[in-house]
């Protein structure tokens, strides 16, 4: 059927006869019934897809993205990359022609003109998701009200005050300007303001006596916005008549001052000024005014509702880079050489949103010795906790040796963990096997996991035991029922009642599939793909995940200065009607989800 290709579709009508007569020869047909899977995520591709008759659903995390009809072609990055975080799967009955990878770059290298189009359709494909992230962010940030920045109280003195009581309240109250009441505001009055540059103007280079009525020297044309405006109308505002705060308002009356800086300091929390600051740190202490700097970002990011998931997407980029960046100072260059420092759990994951527990390791090439490990690793751990990364409670970290020896005893330790499973070991094994590389050589992770997923064999015992914890802990439904005015007041532990079900549940089932996925919304749709999941289940499970995540993370940031989740709780009293209904749906689904894992491992044998 390879003679029916339509050569008039660009870029193969820029191809010769001779040119067509060969791609002609080489192409195959794919047949896929509808809901099949074409492409899977993180799968790289041998042949470009160029769609027949049918209709293909580009799909990430679960969301479609791009829908690819007849004489679309995909997928570009799968083929000249390694994979990519997407699955392409058929919408209806779909037919795909087939053009190999080989045949292609021959053409691509032969015709020029072939040759150009396809790379700049791959460029502007790269291009594409790069920007994707950082227009999202960018429309987040333009969102920002003046409520998410830091406001200055107000400093009021009456018009009869002299100049030195304004200098004295100023320094009372450590303010940089006074608002001063000329008569009540209700009946006509009016408010004006007074700033220290006013006030050194007025008393140095005009000579007025300190004892002068500041009345009369105020500025009573008061540039005002509302707490609920834009940011961006602030700083539009301020640029505008070149002046340095705004007086903020809330239903008419004053509540506080918005000061250039801390406007900018809201604005300037953007994922590229962090990384930029993380780029230019030469000290570890520069590293750790960069990590502040995310607590704000995420702050920014959800206070404008953004999704949990780009929020996390966003900080584990970030957080990775720090940690990085701080290997990279304190290890020489030799370590770095033949060692692969790796996170695990949440920050492996690609999960962490505040900062938890430490949970990493290194890896060291087999017969590498460094004279300074103790010395670097000690460091390291020490740094992050500065950083406001609290230590581990079990200990994984670098700076135990448990977690920081060759490749050799890490496959000895899978090898124990696989085939002695105990408590302990199943803990171990299920944080390594979300471990992700972060600095040094990935090779070393990546030969690592190969062991483990190579050493796995069909043992339904092995992973009945594996899979028991996702049941450890209890999911209310009391609170829902009819018991529910009378328990509407208790707290739930929104880890322990339905993340770590979903998180440890989707692993055992993704672990017992050799999958290579890290992330929790990955393996859903990828377990989806195999059909272990049916896509509603699938859709449901990262519904459901995103939104116990999100609660999480305001149950945090409302209970966190510094950005350390420090508080799991989630009090049903504070929830509005919406929230509270979708809560319950969630956690009626985990424990459908429960049963599910339960049926399928035998767990209630």
Same mark, same amino acid.
């Given at each position: ?64 993205v ?27 009955d ?12 021959e ?34 940030l ?21 100049l ?24 006509g ?9 006013d ?45 340095r ?15 250039? =800086?801390?406007? +900018? *300091? ?12 993380? $780029?230019? @740190? %030469? ?6 005014r ?18 949990v ?15 990085r ?39 060291l ?38 977690? =920081?020896?060759? +490749? *050799? ?12 499973? $105990?408590? @302990? %070991? ?20 990546a ?12 043992n ?22 009819g ?99 979708q ?23």
């Amino acid at each position: 059927m390879s003679d029916a290709f339509d050569f008039s579709v660009p870029p193969f009508d820029r191809l010769t006869p001779e040119q067509r007569q060969r791609l002609a020869a080489a192409l195959d047909l794919g047949v896929y019934a509808r809901d099949g899977v074409i492409l899977s995520r993180d799968e790289p591709a041998d042949c470009l897809f160029v769609v027949r008759q049918g209709l293909v659903h580009e799909r990430r995390g679960g969301e479609v993205v791009a829908v690819h009809g007849a004489h679309d072609s995909f997928d570009l990055q799968a083929l000249f990359s390694d994979g990519q975080a997407r699955s392409f799967v058929a919408a209806e009955d779909t037919l795909c022609d087939l053009v190999p990878r080989p045949i292609l770059l021959e053409l691509a290298h032969e015709n020029a003109a072939f040759g150009a189009v396809i790379q700049q359709e791959f460029a502007d494909r790269l291009s594409a998701l790069a920007n994707e992230r950082s227009n999202r962010e960018t429309a987040a940030l333009t969102m920002a009200r003046i409520r998410e920045a830091y406001l200055r109280p107000p400093v009021f003195v009456e018009a009869g005050a002299s100049l030195r009581d304004a200098a004295a309240a100023m320094k009372r109250d450590q303010a940089s300007s006074v608002l001063v009441r000329d008569g009540d505001p209700k009946k006509g009055g009016r408010v004006g303001i007074l700033t220290g540059t006013d006030l050194r103007d007025l008393v140095v280079l005009e000579g007025r006596p300190v004892d002068s009525p500041v009345g009369p020297l105020a500025r009573y044309e008061l540039l005002a916005l509302d707490r609920d405006d834009l940011l961006f109308n602030a700083l539009i505002l301020m640029t505008k008549h070149s002046v340095r705060r705004l007086v903020i308002t809330e239903q008419g009356a004053v509540v506080g001052l918005l000061e250039q =800086t801390d406007l +900018l *300091a809201v604005l300037s929390n953007h994922s590229q000024v962090v990384a930029l600051k993380v $780029d230019r @740190a %030469a000290t570890p202490e520069d590293l750790g005014r960069a990590s502040q700097d995310i607590v704000g970002l995420i702050r920014t990011l959800h206070g404008t509702g953004v999704k949990v998931s780009f929020i996390a997407d966003l900080v584990t980029e970030l957080n990775r880079k720090i940690f990085r960046c701080l290997f990279e100072l304190l290890a020489p260059p030799d370590l770095l050489a033949n060692s692969c420092l790796i996170v695990m759990g949440s920050e492996g994951r690609g999960e962490q949103l505040l900062k938890t527990d430490q949970d990493n390791g290194l890896i060291l090439r087999d017969g590498y010795d460094c004279p300074s490990l103790s010395q670097v690793t000690g460091a390291f751990t020490r740094h992050l906790v500065e950083f406001g990364y609290p230590p581990c409670p079990g200990r994984i970290m670098v700076s135990n040796p448990d977690w =920081t020896r060759p +490749l *050799a005893l890490y496959k000895d330790s899978l090898f124990h963990w696989i085939h002695r499973p $105990d408590e @302990a %070991a199943q803990m171990n094994l299920a944080i390594f096997y979300d471990a992700a590389a972060v600095a040094g050589d990935a090779s070393l992770l990546a030969e690592a996991k190969g062991y483990l997923l190579g050493r796995l064999q069909d043992n339904q015992m092995f992973f009945t035991a594996f899979a028991r914890p996702a049941l450890a802990f209890d999911t209310p439904s009391g609170l829902f029922g009819g018991l529910f005015e009378r328990r509407r007041s208790e707290a739930v532990d929104i880890k322990k009642a339905g993340i770590f079900p979903i998180v440890h549940g989707v692993r055992a089932l993704a672990l017992e599939k050799h999958m290579a996925e890290t992330n929790t919304t990955e393996r859903i749709w990828a377990l989806a793909d195999q059909g272990v999941l049916d896509r509603g289940m699938a859709g449901e499970l990262a519904d459901a995940f995103t939104f116990l995540s999100t609660l999480r993370l305001k149950a945090g940031l409302d209970g966190s200065v510094s950005g350390t989740q420090t508080d799991n709780l989630v009090r049903t009293e504070s929830l509005g009607k919406l929230d509270r209904d979708q809560f319950k749906d969630c956690l009626a689904l985990v424990k459908k989800f429960k049963e599910l894992l339960a049926y399928h491992f035998h767990l209630n044998h």
